[in-house]
């Protein structure tokens, strides 16, 4: 079944906006990744965590990954309305992949 | 320069019908996948193929079998297709120590 669970599923914000989803694991992972699907695209591939408590930025987005392996999140800061899409996360158990539900973030101007 | 390139991008067909899709990469990738999206966006793995050996997804029918010509490419032959497969079917690629997957453009499959 499921392993991966992220929240929320649907996310609106107005631009300039904060933004965050979670993804929550069952078990330890070795490391997760985020990627980025644009409405219509295919998902791209933005980062790696591997290290407990590991944050990474890319510009306005943050990474982080728990201190328990276990969960993980991505935060926005100011939202554009090029940020719209789905977020996914993947997880890696070392055994299995997963992807996330993934999160879909509508950007209002 | 397509890393991961897949035809057709787009598929109408009948109930019934056989259908294949082409995947190809030419990043060296050791690993190539296929993935099914629903309309809820969920992605789910069908297959993996690494290096000749082969990990199927349970949960995928039988009327679907992947086959690979060469490490470069991976396509996806379905059988009597039903109206449930309709869905975007992504290739991907990844290497060991590379990062993340890179995916496909997507086949946007209609069974009608």
């Known amino acids: 079944g499921q392993q991966v669970m992220q929240i929320p599923q649907y996310q609106h914000v107005q631009e300039g906006e904060d933004f965050t989803t979670y993804c929550n694991s069952s078990t330890t992972l070795s490391n997760i990744q985020w990627y980025k699907q644009r409405p219509g695209g295919h998902p791209v591939f933005l980062i790696q965590?591997?290290?407990?408590?590991e944050v990474k930025k890319q510009k306005r987005l943050t990474f982080q990954f728990g201190e328990a392996k276990k969960n993980s999140s991505l935060h926005i800061t100011a939202t554009q309305t090029t940020d719209v899409g789905t977020y996914f996360c993947?997880?890696?158990?070392?055994?299995?992949?997963?992807f996330g539900t993934g999160t879909s973030l509508t950007v209002i101007p | 320069d397509t890393a991961v390139s897949q035809t057709p991008k787009y598929l109408v067909t009948q109930m019934g019908n056989d259908k294949s899709i082409k995947c190809e990469q030419n990043l060296g990738h050791d690993t190539m996948y296929w993935y099914k999206q629903d309309s809820k966006k969920f992605l789910k793995i069908m297959f993996s193929?690494?290096?000749?050996?082969?990990?199927i997804n349970e949960t995928v029918p039988n009327r679907f079998s992947p086959k690979s010509p060469d490490k470069a490419h991976l396509n996806l032959h379905i059988n009597s297709l039903e109206l449930g497969d309709s869905a975007v079917y992504f290739c991907?690629?990844?290497?060991?120590?590379?990062?993340?997957?890179?995916f496909g453009s997507g086949t946007r499959l209609t069974v009608v």
């Open positions: 193929y690494n290096n000749k050996e082969l990990i």
């Open positions: 991907a690629s990844s290497h060991p120590g590379l990062g993340g997957y890179t």
């Open positions: 965590l591997v290290k407990s408590g």
């Open positions: 993947a997880a890696n158990t070392g055994n299995q992949f997963y």
